[in-house]
């Protein structure tokens, strides 16, 4: 009962729209018509700048580190830990009150993170910066990071529960990037070197902006 309980709880959690919240406080309007359509912090980040872009970073962040702390609270064991987690990334990335239509769960999975692998958060942020000074593109950046994580959690002889949360996080994030590689390959028009340059340079800021233009 505590595990359905505790999962319920932490997919309303991460179901709070940070982003969408603030920017409708701030502009009026919806966040995912405008930037990278997307509901997160980096997009805050372009579109109302830095201060706001931490506030939506520690609060998504505290929508998987407060899931956790609450199973660890009641003992659970450790699938109880991992459907926890999971519900809390797939609450912010599917929220329920927005059409199931949400952020990438970057920023929700780091705050597992910085409770359950503090050890595999430090090898995200050393490999981040690493891809980011080859391709130049952050969100493909954090998104590819998160890859090895996997790996390190079994070299680091982490506790069976979070090596398997190790591979399904990013399973998560990956799905929600997908449609980001599928309109990539569509602004593309499936030419190889067109695509691999969209991703080392980002979206053309005309594609961007295209839904602002609209409305």
Known sequence: MNILLGAGLSY?????????LIFRKKKGKDIRKYGY???????????LGPFHAVITFLIDAAKGAVPVWIAQSLEMSGPGMILCSLMAIAGHNWPIFLNFRGGRGVATSLGIMMVLMKRQLLLWLILVVIFFSLIKNFSFSMGLSFILIPLSSWWMQEPAYVIYLSILIPLLILLRFFPDVVELHRLSSGNLRKFFSFVINGYPRKEKLKSEKKT
Do not use: C, E, V
């Open 12 to 20: 309303l959690l991460g179901s709070t729209p940070t982003a969408y």
């Open 37 to 47: 359509k997307n509901m997160g912090a980096l997009n805050i980040y372009h579109l």
